[in-house]
Nanobody, 124 residues
Framework: QVQLVESGGGMVQAGDSLRVSCGAS????????MGWFRQAPGKEREFVAA????????YYSDSVKGRFTISRDNAKNTVYLQMNSLKPADTAIYYC?????????????????WGQGTQVTVSS
């Protein structure tokens, strides 16, 4: 079983930067891909970014490409999401997720482990 704990959320202004982190335990971290999803009030959970177990493959949604960067430190069992040029539309609860295998995945159904989420609020 894998436990995921997000941290680093908060309230920022439009144009600011923020980094959220997700610490993992319970399974060899490099053996599974990781992803970030977000859910805004009244909306479905949407894909943000994903990274393979080795870190050599990443995917981004069109809405964050060029502004957000996903990375991982397998020695620290941690995945990061660096968010730059934040917009009010980025306001959501951000969830990290662990896949069943080492590949980077974009669909929520391909993830088996989920964190509890961290709130990111961007004011205009």
């Amino acid at each position: 079983q894998v436990q995921l704990v997000e941290s680093g959320g908060g309230m920022v202004q439009a144009g600011d930067s923020l980094r959220v982190s997700c610490g993992a335990s319970g399974r060899t971290f490099s053996s599974y891909g990781m992803g970030w999803f977000r859910q805004a009030p009244g909306k479905e959970r949407e894909f943000v970014a994903a990274i393979s177990g080795s870190g050599d493959t990443t995917y981004y949604s069109d809405s964050v490409k060029g502004r957000f960067t996903i990375s991982r430190d397998n020695a620290k069992n941690t995945v990061y999401l660096q968010m730059n040029s934040l917009k009010p539309a980025d306001t959501a609860i951000y969830y990290c997720a662990g896949a069943a295998n080492r590949w980077a995945r974009v669909r929520p159904g391909e993830y088996v482990y989920w964190g509890q989420g961290t709130q990111v609020t961007v004011s205009s």
